[in-house]
């Protein structure tokens, strides 16, 4: 951490929180450790990947805009003109960036982290109207043709009692 004097100073921080175990201690350690998790984040994206993904798509000037806005509101009905202008670009340039970068399209990107964000809800006990409400669907019915499609099944609800995944028809 020698080259990065902020990761440095908060793991000094972090240690002396831990080692004084005071009152609020895990609250501090708790905040600390997001900034110490975002500053090694901001590094690797730095280091721009030359594979695409996540990281490299982050490292863009301009696809992060957008990237981010998904992140923030899943359930946001995103289209490639609202995702460019996040971006600030043109629609066939963050198309073609968007792709090379990330490996998808963004709509494909957009789905794959609605479903992913779906399955954690379902998981964690919602259900399946709920779970497809959070992440922009309207009705049951259509998500569940996207979760058909994406996933080749149908989505699965948490039993209540013993947290066995239950298929939803």
Do not use: K
């Not at 175990?21 to 450790?33: E, P």
């Not at 509101?73 to 968007?98: C, Q």
């Not at 789905?111 to 497809?132: C, E, I, K, P, Y």
């Amino acid at each position: 951490m020698g080259d990065c004097p902020d990761l440095a100073a908060l793991a000094q921080v972090m240690t002396a929180e831990a080692q004084a175990n005071r009152c609020g201690s895990h609250l501090a350690m708790a905040r600390l450790f997001e900034a110490t998790l975002v500053l090694v984040l901001r590094r690797a994206i730095d280091a721009s990947p030359p594979e695409p993904g996540l990281l490299s798509g982050l490292s863009h000037p301009r696809l992060h805009r957008a990237l981010v806005a998904i992140h923030a509101a899943p359930a946001r009905p995103w289209t490639i003109e609202l995702l460019s202008a996040e971006a600030g670009m043109s629609r066939s340039r963050f198309m073609a960036d968007f792709t090379d970068r990330i490996g998808t399209s963004p709509l494909a990107y957009v789905t794959q982290w609605r479903m992913g964000l779906a399955h954690v809800a379902l998981n964690q006990g919602a259900s399946v109207r709920d779970a497809a409400r959070s992440v922009g669907y309207e009705t049951a019915a259509g998500f569940r043709r996207a979760w058909l499609r994406h996933f080749g099944a149908l989505p699965l609800a948490a039993a209540p009692a013993d947290h066995t995944a239950q298929p939803f028809t």
